[in-house]
């Protein structure tokens, strides 16, 4: 695809502060600093000026105005991408487009249970405006008080209750966005048909503003949840958490919400690193699981779940279990879960991954992979954890103890994860389950994956986006 990227003229930068005004233009390097380095610290980029528009109308004029001098954009909203998706290049030529200005919940409809909100609107506070109108959206992270709607659209996000609600594309009825043209894509009218070729709403979910500048989302709602049970769960091993997880989802169905895999080791790391928190279950067991059911009736949830865990337990396929009584005992187990990647951090350097296989094989890569990992780099420990229930678990690589983290992980690193990711490619798996790919595994997209997959994407952003103007160097070459 023909590079024709220009670095942006004085003209340009005037008109564009002319435009925008002085809460929308900024070229102060102290203001823009915080959002020039990704949420891991491994990128650090340059940008002539921050450009932060409040509308719509705004975004589609500074787009046309960079096309017309081939000036390359990079979109941003929160800023808590995990892999360098939202950086701009180190040679300053790139603008940075923050849509945190854009901040508003249009409308929320309570008998369609649709919500438009805008690109900049923090999910958190989302979350909070729907649950006012008796609602909820489905699709909580541990980043909820910092990610925004149009980041999670754009990077197809997951989060804890994929597997009964489904990814970010499956909640996105609508999308407005500013294609490379400048022009305004309309489309958030939530059509349940709509049979005019190519699904554009799904096609720029998880383009990671390659393909266009999301501004806003219709987003499918629920009820919000009148009764929930939160059970943490001593198993012995992945397989035998795989086994429950067939077990309650046989026996409870749509109702069971989350099933998240945690390894003694990730749980000692909280214990030892995030203050107030202890282990629910005294003894030490190797693995644990955090279900959670969710519906109308707190009788009927819990007892549909005592019933088939103490069944379960007089069978031999889980070790012990604790149910928490009330709301309170639930977020506590839940915090153990969300604090792992803080804990792992103050533990010391990791290569971490994000990957998904096929459920039924998740057992086998986390048992067979560290095995290969340990051949090919002897002491290197690994940690998989996460969410079991829909094929995605965070596959963390650890140096060898008493090593030097950094000097290691400077130099195994890539060969460690090119090894890691193989692995899930011949498994049939994807190497980005959640945070997509960004610049820190366009590479190995590159080298490992399918090339008819590849010349498909190449294919399509060149037609979007053929002067490569939109977030350039990330997700694809």
């Not at 000036?71 to 941003?76: G, H, I, R, S, T």
């Not at 990730?266 to 067991?285: E, F, G």
């Not at 096929?358 to 954890?385: H, K, Q, W, Y």
């Amino acid at each position: 695809m023909p590079r024709m990227i220009c670095q942006p003229s004085p003209e340009l930068l005037s008109r564009l502060a002319e435009l925008l005004g002085p809460k929308g233009y900024t070229a102060d390097t102290d203001i823009m600093a915080p959002w020039l380095t990704d949420w891991r610290g491994k990128y650090v980029g340059r940008a002539a000026a921050m450009l932060s528009p409040d509308n719509t109308q705004d975004v589609a004029a500074i787009v046309r105005l960079c096309a017309e001098e081939r000036v390359a954009l990079v979109p941003q909203g929160g800023n808590s991408g995990m892999v360098g998706g939202a950086t701009p290049s180190g040679d300053g030529s790139q603008l940075l487009l923050s849509l945190r200005r854009m901040n508003r919940v249009r409308t929320i409809d309570s008998a369609a249970k649709i919500g438009v909100a805008e690109a900049g609107v923090i999910l958190e506070n989302f979350h909070h405006a729907v649950l006012a109108q008796g609602l909820r959206f489905p699709l909580t992270l541990g980043g909820k008080g910092s990610a925004t709607i149009g980041g999670l659209v754009s990077t197809n996000a997951g989060g804890t209750q994929v597997l009964r609600h489904g990814t970010m594309r499956a909640l996105v009825a609508g999308i407005e966005a500013v294609l490379p043209d400048g022009s305004i894509f309309d489309g958030l009218a939530p059509l349940k048909k709509d049979n005019r070729g190519y699904d554009l709403r799904h096609l720029l979910c998880g383009a990671e503003g390659t393909l266009g500048i999301v501004t806003a989302a219709s987003l499918h709602l629920v009820p919000a949840v009148a009764a929930r049970r939160t059970a943490w769960i001593a198993v012995d091993s992945p397989e035998g958490a795989l086994l429950l997880l067939r077990r309650l989802d046989a026996s409870i169905g749509r109702e069971l919400e989350g099933f998240e895999l945690i390894p003694r080791a990730c749980l000692d790391a909280v214990l030892r690193h995030i203050p107030q928190t202890r282990a629910p279950i005294a003894a030490s067991y190797p693995w644990y699981v955090l279900a959670e059911l969710a519906g109308d009736g707190d009788e009927a949830l819990g007892q549909a779940l005592e019933t088939q865990l103490a069944a379960a337990l007089d069978a031999g396929l889980i070790r012990d279990v604790v149910i928490a009584k009330n709301d309170s005992e639930s977020e506590a187990f839940w915090r153990l879960r969300d604090s792992i990647s803080e804990a792992e951090r103050a533990e010391g350097p990791a290569l971490q991954h994000d990957i998904s296989v096929p459920v039924d094989l998740m057992p086998t890569f986390i048992a067979d992979n560290p095995l290969r990992l340990e051949r090919a780099f002897p002491g290197a420990r690994a940690l998989s954890f996460g969410h079991l229930g829909d094929g995605n678990v965070h596959h963390h690589i650890q140096p060898p103890k008493d090593s030097d983290g950094a000097a290691w992980l400077a130099r195994h690193g890539t060969a460690v994860s090119h090894m890691v990711y193989a692995h899930v490619i011949e498994l049939g798996g994807s190497i980005s389950a959640e945070h997509g790919i960004g610049q820190i595994k366009r590479d190995v997209m590159a080298a490992l994956d399918s090339p008819a997959r590849l010349a498909a994407l190449r294919a399509i952003k060149a037609g979007l986006d053929p002067a490569g103007i939109f977030n350039p160097g990330k997700l694809i070459d």
